[in-house]
């Protein structure tokens, strides 16, 4: 899987592949939100802020998954 590394306090890459969201925060935890349109993940590549775009336009309006953690 392939992930971007991005500017942000709190998410460290994101990634797209198959419909699904993947969003890894710098806490090793890696989430696949599932059935994101393409056109958002676009969005939040070029937002100047990843946080306030996950927790206004992801959060909470697709379904999710965790995927691992580094302490697992």
């Given at each position: ?40 993940y676009e969005e939040f590549l070029e937002s100047e ?24």
């Amino acid at each position: 899987m392939n992930l971007t590394e991005v500017t942000s306090s709190n998410i460290k890459r994101i990634g797209y592949t198959e419909n699904n969201l993947l969003v890894e925060y710098r806490s090793g935890v890696l989430y696949k939100y599932k059935d994101v349109p393409s056109e958002l993940y676009e969005e939040f590549l070029e937002s100047e802020s990843k946080g306030k775009y996950m927790n206004s336009k992801i959060k909470g309006k697709f379904e999710f998954e965790k995927i691992t953690n580094k302490e697992d």
